[in-house]
Each structure stands twice: as C-alpha cells, then as structure tokens.
C-alpha cells in the first residue's frame, strides 16, 4: 500500500482563506493521480460546497472547517449557533408570512456578524421538501443567478448534487461583519426549504474554538396557500394594477347593476389592515386608485365583496 500525502496550497496574507487549509491523508491499493482526488467535495478554500446543515450534510463545524460546533471536546468549540454572533437572511421582496411569489425573482442578503472576527463565510441551498438525505442528488429547486462575482460563487458537491452558493476566497475580509448577496427564482410551485450557515472566523490558520458557525433553516410555501384563497366566486373581471406597485395601485371592474361594495386589504397570512372602500358603486366601469402609504415592501391581498360574493387578487408593494 502506498500512501500519498496532500497539503492544500495556503493562501498568501493577501488572499487569505476563508474556509481553514486542511491535509487530507489518503491510502491507495492502486496508483490514482493525486489531482484527481480533489474534487469539489473535498476541502476548499473558496468555501466548501454541500455544507449547509441541510438533511444529509454537515455544517462548517461539523466537517472540521471552523470551530468545533459539534462540541468535540478536544477542541473545545461552542455548539452551532452558540458564540455571540449571528446569520441572518433577509430579501427584496420581503418574504413575507413565510411564502413565496410563484416566479418571482428575489435579492437575497446573508448577513455573518461577529465582533473581534475577520473573515467571514456562508454556505446556501434551497431544496424541495423531499427530505432527502442523499447530498450527491440534485433536489434543488428554483434558480440561482449571481450578482456579485468577486464574493460570491456558485457550486454542485460530487458535480450532480445540490446547488449550493457559498463565499470565493477574502469574499468575507471584512471587520466584524460581512454581506453576501445573490438573485434565487422561486419555483412555480412546491414547499422550498431554505438553509444556509455562516463562519465567523479569526483566521489563525486552524479550525479550532476562535472560530464560531452559525446555522438556520427557513421553510417557504407558495402564497395562497394559507390565508384567505384566492377565489374568485363572481363572473367578473377585477384588474388590480400596476403590479408590482410601488407609490400606488388601482382597481377596476365592471358591475352589471348597482349594488354595494367592499374593497379591503389584508396581509398575505389573512389578517385584516384596512378597508379601503365601502360605498354604492353604479353599474358600469368602477376603477379607483388607492395609496401605497405605509405600506411595507412584500406581498398583500386585495378583496372585493358584493353581495355575498368575492374576488381577491394579489398585491406585491416594492
């Protein structure tokens, strides 16, 4: 048995590693190539792929990148999620009430803050609700574009597996916090699990207790799903435009008789903000514009009642 000893290349103080060099000691019955032994799902400097806590898979603790988050007692590191930092994941559109927009394209900010820390990291995947457990199969839903080549990059583990977004080597140099930012489509349909962690790092060069990992998951459902259904129990045609909105919208349908409507606005989670109209309207064409004014950025829903019927119709505020 030969055994081959290989040592990832370190980086230079300028270009310092975000995930910590590792050597890797690998046993052979059969003369392999080293370089072919280096695949996307071993050790990398640019952020390890496959590695967000998602089922299946480890945190950047657990694969001994960062920290000890596992509680390995050699080593001494905190748990996930135990040092004083945090992660946290924020969009534009705000994804409200926990659900998505069918197609809708999203800007996704991953915040990994931490006092006294230098370098920063985070891993991404958004999955189907499948649980699989099997990292190698490729159960990712909705579409990844990247914004911000030079700290973002994009990745599948084993070459098949899921797509993971992680951090490109000093993409999170920063004092104390960091930001990385990327674009993810919603699938048309289905529930989506978002996970992704982040490394807090002293960059010492060791994956030892100066660094902390911070974990979470997020579960998404498509809007309409819960709430008030969007229904439509009339035979006619309610225009809600423009839509997205921004400073205004307005509503415009026609009435076949005089009767009494109610336009109301509610959150995408059913629960009432305010009425916006109540009034005889004549027959004929009925529109009228209502402000956007306080208003946050997200999705709403727009009901029209008349006599014992309803029409509601989505609303994204930008």
Known sequence: MQTVLIKQKKLSLINPPLMKTKTLLLSSLIAIPAIALLTSSTLDSSGKLGNSGAPGESTCSQSGCHGAGNGNSTTGGLPDNGGPGSITLTSSPVLTGNQYVPNTVYHITITVSETGKSLFGFDFEALDNSGSTNASVNNSVGTVTITDAIH???????????????????????????????????????????????????????????????????????????????????????????????????????????????????????????????????????????????????????????????????????
């Open 152 to 318: 973002t990059r994009k990745g599948q583990p084993f070459g098949t597996g899921r797509l993971t977004v992680t951090h490109k080597p000093n993409g999170g140099a920063f004092a104390n916090s960091a930001t990385f930012n990327f674009d993810w489509t919603a699938p048309a349909t289905g529930t989506v699990n978002l996970y992704y962690d982040g490394n807090a790092s002293n960059g010492d060069g060791f994956s030892d207790a100066g660094d902390n990992v911070y974990a979470h998951s997020l579960k998404l459902t498509p809007a309409g799903t819960t709430g008030i259904a969007e229904a439509n129990t009339s035979n006619f045609s309610v225009e809600t435009f423009p839509n997205p909105a921004t400073d205004m919208f307005t509503v415009r349908f026609n009435l076949e008789k005089t009767q009494n409507v109610d336009i109301q606005l509610f959150s995408i989670d059913g629960k009432l903000i305010k009425n916006l109209a109540n009034k005889k309207v004549a027959a004929g064409m009925f529109t009228e514009t209502f402000n956007t004014e306080g208003m946050t950025h997200g999705l709403y829903l727009v009901r029209i009642n008349f006599e014992g019927k309803n029409q509601t119709q989505r609303l994204l505020v930008n």
